[in-house]
C-alpha cells in the first residue's frame, strides 16, 4: 500500500472517527464526570506551559521589535504590533501546538495502552461505547479549555511586552496600554477562538485516532504518541493557514 493510498486512510477513519464521536456526544449516559476530569486535565494541568509559553513570547515580540519600531518613529505603537500578533496568530497557534505536545500526547498514550491491555477490549464487552466513554469528553475538554488556554496566554502575553518595554525600552505604561487596546478589534478576537476550538478538535480527534488505532505492544504506544503529536502540530499548522484566509474573506480582516 503506497504512501498517498495509506494516508487518505488514515484521514477517513479520523474523519468517521469524529463524526461518530459527534453523534454519541448527545446519547445516554452522558458521562459528564469524565468530561470534568478531562477539562482539570487539559485546563489546569496546562496552565504553566501556557503562561511561560504567552508572558515570553510577549516578551520577544517587544525585544525584537522596538528598534525597528524606533528606527520609523513609531516606537510608541509597540503595543499594538504585541497585542495584534498575539491575538491573532501566535497565541491560538503556540497554545495550540503546546497542548498537542502535552495533552494530544498524553491522550494517545493513554489510550494505547489501554488498546494494548486489552480494556478497549473489555469495555465492548461489558456493553461500553469507547467512543461515547473516552473519545467524546476529550473532544469536549479541548474544545472548552483551549479557547480558554489561548486567551490567558494572549493577556500574559501582552503583560510580557508591557513588561519589557516600559522596563528595558522606556515606553510610557500609557502610551503601550493605549495602542494595544487600540490595536484590537472584536473580529481579532473572534477569530482567536474560531482559530483554538478547531486546533482543539484537531488535536483531540487525531490524538484519539492513533491511540484507538495503536498495534504491536508497548512499542506501538510509543509510536502511536509520537505519531499522534507530529501530525496534530502539523494540520494545526496547515489549518492555520486555511482559517485565516477565510477569517479574512467573511469577516473582512486585513490580508
Do not use: H
Request: charged share 15%.
Amino acid at each position: 500500500m503506497n504512501f498517498a493510498l495509506r494516508a487518505l486512510l488514515e484521514v477517513q477513519e479520523t474523519a468517521l472517527l469524529a463524526a461518530r464521536a459527534a453523534r454519541r456526544l448527545f446519547r445516554r449516559p452522558a458521562y459528564i464526570n469524565e468530561m470534568i476530569a478531562q477539562m482539570d486535565v487539559v485546563g489546569v494541568g496546562s496552565l504553566t506551559i501556557i503562561l511561560l509559553t504567552g508572558f515570553f513570547t510577549g516578551g520577544v515580540l517587544a525585544l525584537q521589535s522596538y528598534p525597528t519600531l524606533k528606527y520609523y518613529g513609531a516606537q510608541d505603537e509597540i503595543g499594538e504590533l504585541v497585542s495584534t500578533s498575539l491575538v491573532r496568530e501566535l497565541g491560538p497557534v503556540l497554545a495550540g501546538l503546546m497542548i498537542a505536545g502535552r495533552v494530544g500526547s498524553a491522550i494517545a498514550a493513554e489510550l494505547g495502552s489501554m488498546v494494548v491491555s486489552q480494556q478497549i477490549d473489555a469495555m465492548r464487552a461489558l456493553g461500553t461505547d469507547p467512543v461515547r466513554k473516552l473519545v467524546a469528553p476529550r473532544l469536549v475538554a479541548l474544545a472548552s479549555m483551549l479557547p480558554l488556554l489561548t486567551l490567558l496566554a494572549d493577556a500574559v502575553g501582552i503583560g510580557g511586552g508591557w513588561i519589557v518595554s516600559t522596563q528595558l525600552f522606556n515606553v510610557s505604561s500609557s502610551a503601550y496600554s493605549s495602542s494595544a487596546w487600540r490595536g484590537l478589534t472584536t473580529d481579532d478576537l473572534l477569530g482567536g477562538f474560531i482559530k483554538s476550538i478547531a486546533f482543539a478538535l484537531i488535536i483531540g480527534v487525531v490524538a484519539c485516532r492513533q491511540g484507538l488505532g495503536t498495534e504491536g505492544g508497548t512499542v506501538g504506544v510509543g509510536r502511536s504518541t509520537t505519531t499522534s503529536v507530529v501530525a496534530a502540530s502539523i494540520l494545526v499548522i496547515i489549518a492555520d493557514f486555511f482559517i485565516t484566509k477565510a477569517l479574512q474573506v467573511i469577516l473582512g480582516m486585513p490580508s
